[in-house]
């Protein structure tokens, strides 16, 4: 008993502590920059055009704490709209279902709480609204932001430093979908207009749910037990990396990641009751303990019975949950597999477009490897991509003290020249998200170009494009100016894909590209959720 309960608590100890340093790392970095009046960032790109900054620590590809601390050395007057970006840059932050709504509704959520960000921006230590959210240190800034803003005498003309965040609707799908000019998929994903955004991972998880139901009414045991464990955030992380080739067996695992988390949770919350409805008494305390260390978690509890089945579904004190089959690890290695199978058919449903295409791209890969090649290609940007997957040689250099072994790409073992063995699986399921990577890429980097034109501020994290409060309405325009200008270019990209792949391997015989649906990519201008 007591060694499973060390168990419960030392992952999440371990995390704390390497967030801890982490932390900390990045806080001593920040005080030593702190009167620096500007400071840059250099970047490099991997092979496929993605771009990160050279520094290790304190940078905008950072976690929370790292965004918080990070503000633009030039300032830019809010204007005429900036306070209103605030208002929605604060419930983005802000999470737990503000940052789905639509633009008027999160603007509503920031002014329904000015006093407690006023408070906040006062004295953050003994107002601690800020802290629940979901990514408080952002919030934080931004309560101190909004306060600067109101307090000043004209808050149009409030010279704001806040990076203000437009985040892709699961960009990689709004990618596929533009493709295969698949229409359905695009309305998902928010490439056409509409009154509010729409939620890809909610309606994955209503079909999901959909389909449990109906196992269960028919009494599939893996069904009856997760139908009301269905959410979007079950289903969030298996859509997110659908697009970028996750195996069945890694949907399954991150299928198996959140059931264990909702079990902790569950845990959590009874222990809480248990301890509300002891009162203190020798009973009760034994109650705690007993359900603490039940490596079961037979439910000890007594006199809060229909507290305990609002959270678990209990009958009656001393019968074990209707979810104790979480802690069967077979059981939920079942479940997880039926819900995955579940989300990725659900997924193809809803996408069909992106599913053929990445099918199609994996194939066209499969060939080139066939003929043991990498598969290479231009980026629209121009930037020369190979992938680069190929069996490593090991060669053992013996000296006089050691020996030791280094990797010999370029030399076979009897020590002469040798092509290098790609590796063909890897070459075939790397390409589809490799692709996509080097599309995405290169929005932002045209992106990017287009505010410097512009005179605008501007700094990226793949899918999530920042500037001044001040300037997003102008960030809005020209990040969708530049999507529909890469995807509706002649030829389009499927195209000049197969052209470049034909002229590489003129002897190769390569399937024709799948057939695209009537999805007209220039409406992408006037969706208001397309970055939101």
Known sequence: GDHHHTELLQAPNQGCHCWLCVCVFSSQVAEDFVDVPEFYYPHTVDFRGRAYPLHPSLHHLGDDSCRGLLMFAQGVPLGREGLDWLYVHLANVWGQGQDKLSF??????????????????????????????????????????????LQSITPENYVSHLPVHMDGSCNGLQHYAALGR????????????????????????E?????????????????????????????????MTSVYGVTPIGARAQIEARLKERRTDMKQKAMQVLEKTSQGSSRGRAAVAAAANSASWLLQSSGGSSLMEDLLGVKQPGMRDEYSWMDDKNVVWQVSKYLADQTMDAIGEMFSSARAIMGWLADCARLVAAENAPVKWHSPLGLPITQPYYKMQMRVVQTATQSFQVIANDVSSDGSSSEPQWLKARQRSAFPPNFIHSIDSTHMMLTALACSAAGICFAGVHDSFWTHAGDVSTMNRLLREKFVEMHTKQPDLLEDLLSQLQRQHPNVE?????????????????SRYFFS
């Open 510 to 526: 390569f399937p024709p590209i799948p057939v695209r649906g009537k999805l007209v990519t220039s409406r992408v201008r006037n």
């Open 207 to 239: 079909i999901v749910a959909c389909r449990a139901a109906a196992d269960a009414a028919a009494n599939k045991p893996e069904a009856m037990r997760c139908v009301s464990l269905i959410d979007r955030k079950l289903v969030k992380q298996t859509v």
């Open 182 to 205: 698949d229409e359905a998929g695009g309305r998902a994903v928010n490439l056409l207009p509409s009154n509010k955004p729409q939620d890809v991972y909610k309606g994955v998880a």
């Open 104 to 149: 008027d509704g999160r603007r509503a959520f920031a002014r329904s709480n000015l006093a407690s960000i006023l408070e906040v921006a006062s004295d953050p230590l003994q107002h601690t609204w800020w802290q629940q959210a979901e990514k408080p240190w952002q919030a934080l800034a931004a309560c101190c932001e909004i306060a600067g803003a």
